[in-house]
């Protein structure tokens, strides 16, 4: 069984991969005799004898050729520009995460051996400003070029999936917490940097304020849906072939006010308010979420916020 992931070495891939070479099975696959990964860069590859690293862009022809050869059974889609840099360098996110995605699809449908594929798909599909509730019936209308491309996408999965060159499903993620410091030109990268700040005792400005609402889900739960939506690919395709994962609704007061019942009361003297209008509008407005279809497949969040932060906290060395 040969998986390939693109943007394995993100923030999302990188623990993805990790778990994948820590599984003897890969739940409803078997054992994985290939693991074959695709980025930019490489900065701390796996010591697996089973893992490939290919370093380039899987929009390139040469690099789509090499990293799809041996043809993939399960692919995990992860590369891509994200939200505020999509936004600035319009032709770049347009190259990567729609043009790039299509020739990875074609190239597939192709190769004739309809593999499973996972991809990550996000809650910029919804736009901004979001409904007084989000449920499965909400209409999809992004406003912004990356949930554009997420969107278009996702009607193209489906209609590769329905033709059976692909078995895509597609999982919307609300934000995964919390995501290292290191830039990726996500917009709404404050969430992980007021988890990461208050699990350190560190100051932190937040571009939202304090009454902000959030659907949030840890890194570890994240991945245990992907393995999941994975798992389904090897069923026949229901209904539903793109979900909107289940996530938890907090708003920034009270992950303040957690954090202040962990310790000593000082988390809520850590955090400066400093709202941006547009911030606060895409990512920080985030009304009651209803998700019954993707709970009915099995997908789960983080169960309450004591236990989603207890899932961000940081490993012990
Ligand atoms: N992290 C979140 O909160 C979140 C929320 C919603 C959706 N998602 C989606 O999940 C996926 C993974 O997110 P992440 O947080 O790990 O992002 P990330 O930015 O950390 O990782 C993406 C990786 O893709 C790589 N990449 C970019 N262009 C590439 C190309 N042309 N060829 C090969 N690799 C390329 C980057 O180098 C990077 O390592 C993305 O599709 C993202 O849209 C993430």
């Not at 309809?114 to 409904?131: E, K, N, Q, R, Y």
Request: aromatic share 6%; hydrophobic share 45%.
């Amino acid at each position: 069984m040969n998986i390939l992931v693109t943007g394995a070495n993100g923030y999302i891939g990188k623990e993805l991969v990790r778990q994948l070479c820590a599984m003897p099975a890969v739940p409803g696959y078997g054992a994985a005799e290939a693991i074959t990964l695709c980025d930019l860069a490489f900065d701390d590859p796996p010591a697996d004898p089973r893992v490939r690293c290919i370093d380039g862009s899987f929009a390139d022809a040469a690099t789509l050729a090499a990293i799809t050869s041996p043809a993939p059974d399960l692919v995990f889609h992860l590369a891509c520009i994200a939200s505020g840099r999509a936004e600035q360098e319009f032709e770049l996110g347009l190259h990567v995460n729609l043009e790039g995605s299509l020739r990875l699809l074609e190239r597939l449908r192709q190769q004739g051996r309809s593999p499973a594929l996972v991809f990550t798909s996000s809650i910029a599909v919804f736009g901004a400003p979001l409904p007084e509730r989000v449920d499965d019936h909400t209409p999809l209308a992004p406003a912004l070029s990356y949930g554009a491309h997420k969107y278009a996408m996702e009607i193209l999965l489906a209609d590769y999936t329905r033709r059976g060159f692909v078995r895509a499903r597609t999982v919307r993620l609300p934000g995964i917490v919390p995501r290292p410091p290191a830039p990726n030109g996500a917009w709404s990268a404050f969430s992980s940097t007021l988890i990461r700040s208050l699990a350190a005792g560190e100051p932190c400005t937040m571009p939202v304020s304090p009454q902000a609402t959030l659907w949030l889900m840890s890194l570890r739960c994240c991945i245990a849906n992907l393995l999941h939506a994975a798992e389904l690919a090897t069923q026949p395709a229901g209904e539903h072939t793109a979900w909107t994962l289940p996530a938890l609704r907090v708003s920034v007061q009270e992950i303040v006010r957690a954090y202040d019942a962990r310790g000593n009361g000082q988390a809520g003297k850590l955090v400066r308010y400093a709202p941006e209008p547009a911030i606060e509008a895409q990512f920080g407005t985030q009304p009651p979420l209803h998700t019954p279809a993707a709970e009915a497949a099995g997908f789960r969040h983080d169960g309450n916020l004591p236990a989603l932060l207890d899932h961000a906290a940081p490993e012990p060395p």
